[in-house]
């Protein structure tokens, strides 16, 4: 085991929807994340004037493209193209387990999935669903003379404001359960004493363990208050667990002397199994503060591991929209603070274990996704695509802590570790595969479009295209016959001023030659002097038409249109009529790419389901220039855009800087 440091924050129920399996469940089309924005954008007022939910440091973290990926489809009135770079590695993880239930979600993270059936209290329409010969030997064992309150199936919140009277009156105390894999038993603090209610649920974890009667729960739930209507759970809550299947991340932990420290209810979730210390804690705002203090003074070698309850029983089993809406943004206000307390060698995990879609019918869990986010001073950020078992974050942790691996999972670590000797060479790779190697001068010949191609193939790999004038594609295509890079040319270049059909027939006569992509300039004059241009649209509709399966990128010369609001109608109206492509400049224009208008069109191409590619061209000369353009695209888009499918440079130049150094 290392000195690397962890803190997780499980943000309970928060689910981001599409989970495949979730008509077994009764569950499709619930989406607790993205039901909880799209009702706050729809209902401006109800307690939330400004109707968008905001979650500034999350979206920073990912979260909103993580949904996105997960579900499907963007979140409504939410702006991909206005959005913050992202700091963090972001995914989604599909659950394995056989249950949507608390201990199935936190145990397979865990590494330890259910596999095996709960055993389920099933619903009996308001009469007792609890075996007879279980209730007997119960009430036998946990001295119950005065008999219980058999609820069945109910809301706890609901039961003991309609039982609590008589319960108090009588001291039975009430049994009820849910969809969930659970026994809970409610009771008041001081007429039955938290003490006994404590005792009974004992009894009852015991005697279903020794009936075989294989529940996930049993749930001490004490309340307090005077009479019905008047009676409120409090903060002693205690679960009573039975042990995962098999040793977790928690236990590979503390097998390797590493710290393990519970905030909230994770040591009762896991049967007190693998953990060093328990910290107490109820409300968001305490188990937050509690989280801060716990993890800035954990030594070397621990875990931190907070689960964040109220997103569940408060707001989610309770259908509360608005509430949950409130606590997400508390919360989101508070991440700040972690950062500012994160060392070199930390990593923080985001995640949830299910999820309890508010806006869903009922008041159970909902089977879905949950999101994968994390982040620290030594994590790349960037998309790490569909985890196909919860067990993924906890091999993950594992792998950052250097301790056992799981029995489960697939750790999403790799290449996400900085490691400054072998990350300068692999990105200088990798921005050479990125490369369209261009000669585009009115002097160039044979001879420097031969020359050309053979620089194109380097010791390090190869570039992914050259960029030449028309009457040289045949020779280049003859020239990289036998390797994989693309020959590239361009139309209505430099000034894009031609009339279309002088443009479509430069199109054609290229992909005759044997072209594989096409730059072709819009008329960017357009857009200065009138704000739009429908000549541009209509240019790129019939030159993608011409491309078919062929690239077409599509040059805005974003330098000369110079105001962000005409760089960004010029992207979205290329990327609209079908670029698959949108490039900064011809290199002929004074103002050549800027960091500035690549944050513009990069939002623009990653703000749609399917996004598309960005080249940035002009000006781009030293390898230190295209870190910064490599990092800005890796924060808007993720890592996975860093390939030549989606990412290009324009360059000469450029090329000679990475292999001098």
């Known amino acids: 085991m290392n000195n690397n440091r962890v803190l997780i924050l499980l943000m309970d129920s928060l689910g981001l929807g599409g989970a495949e399996d979730a008509d077994q469940f009764g569950d499709s089309g619930a989406d607790t994340f993205g039901h909880i924005a799209e009702q706050c954008a729809r209902a401006a007022g109800n307690n939330k004037p400004n109707g968008i939910l905001k979650l500034p440091n999350l979206e920073k973290k990912g979260l909103y493209q993580a949904a996105l990926a997960s579900r499907g489809k963007p979140i409504i009135d939410y702006d991909f193209k206005k959005a913050p770079g992202i700091e963090a590695a972001y995914g989604y993880a599909i659950e394995q387990s056989k249950g949507k239930d608390t201990p199935s979600g936190h145990w397979e993270i865990a590494g330890s999935p259910v596999l095996f059936d709960w055993h389920y209290f099933i619903d009996k329409g308001g009469k007792s669903c609890f075996p007879g010969d279980f209730i007997h030997a119960f009430m036998k064992k946990a001295k119950l003379a005065q008999g219980l309150l058999d609820a069945g199936h109910a809301s706890g919140t609901e039961v003991i404001n309609r039982l609590g009277d008589e319960h108090r009156k009588s001291l039975k105390p009430i049994l009820y359960t849910s969809a969930d894999s659970v026994l809970q038993i409610a009771a008041h603090e001081d007429s039955f004493r938290l003490e006994h209610l404590y005792e009974i649920c004992n009894v009852a974890r015991t005697l279903l363990d020794d009936m075989q009667i294989n529940i996930g729960r049993v749930i001490a739930r004490p309340f307090k208050g005077d009479k019905n209507g008047n009676y409120a759970r409090t903060s002693n809550r205690h679960d009573y667990s039975v042990a995962p299947p098999t040793k977790t991340l928690l236990d590979h932990i503390k097998e390797e002397n590493g710290q393990v420290i519970s905030i909230g209810k994770i040591a009762d979730i896991f049967a007190n199994q693998g953990i060093t210390k328990k910290i107490k804690a109820t409300g968001i705002p305490e188990l937050f503060e509690k989280s801060l203090n716990e993890f800035s003074n954990a030594p ?117 570790v900085l490691n400054t000797t072998s990350e300068k060479l692999l990105s200088k790779q990798k921005i050479i595969s990125l490369i369209d190697l261009t000669s585009l001068n009115n002097n160039d010949t044979p001879e420097v479009i031969e020359k050309l191609c053979n620089r194109a193939k380097t010791a390090f790999g190869n570039v992914a295209a050259v960029c030449i004038y028309p009457e040289f594609v045949s020779l280049a295509k003859a020239l990289l016959k036998k390797t994989d890079i693309k020959v590239a040319t361009v139309a209505n270049f430099p000034s894009g001023e031609k009339k279309l059909s002088e443009i479509l027939k430069e199109i054609e006569k290229a992909l005759l030659d044997g072209a594989d992509e096409i730059d072709v300039v819009i008329p960017y004059k357009d857009y200065i002097a009138d704000g739009t241009s429908i000549r541009s649209i209509e240019i790129v509709r019939a030159a993608k038409k011409l491309c078919r399966n062929k690239t077409l990128k599509v040059i805005i010369e974003s330098g000369s249109l110079k105001t962000n609001d005409l760089i960004l109608k010029a992207s979205e109206d290329a990327i609209g009529a079908g670029a698959d492509f949108i490039k900064t400049s011809t290199g002929k224009a004074e103002i050549g790419a800027t960091l500035d208008a690549a944050d513009i069109m990069l939002k623009a191409a990653a703000g749609i389901k399917e996004p598309i590619g960005f080249k940035a061209s002009g000006g781009v000369k030293t390898y230190e220039q295209s870190c910064k353009y490599l990092d800005l695209a890796t924060k808007i888009c993720g890592l996975d855009y860093c390939s030549n499918k989606f990412l290009r440079f324009g360059a000469s130049s450029l090329l000679d800087d990475l292999l001098d150094n």
């Open 300 to 416: 070397a070698g621990s875990l931190v591991f907070t689960n964040f309850v109220d997103f569940d029983s408060e707001y989610g089993h309770r259908r509360d929209i608005t509430g949950y809406a409130n606590a997400l943004e508390y919360f989101d206000n508070r991440l700040p603070e972690i950062d500012h307390i994160l060392k070199e060698d930390d990593m923080v995990v985001i995640t949830a274990d299910h999820g309890c879609d508010p806006s869903w019918r009922g008041t159970d869990h909902t089977r879905e996704h949950i999101p994968f986010l994390y982040w620290g001073k030594k994590i790349q950020p960037g998309y790490i695509g569909a985890r196909q078992t919860f067990s993924d974050i906890g091999q993950t942790i594992a792998d950052f802590l250097e301790v056992k691996p799981l029995k489960y999972g697939k750790s999403s670590l790799q290449e996400r």
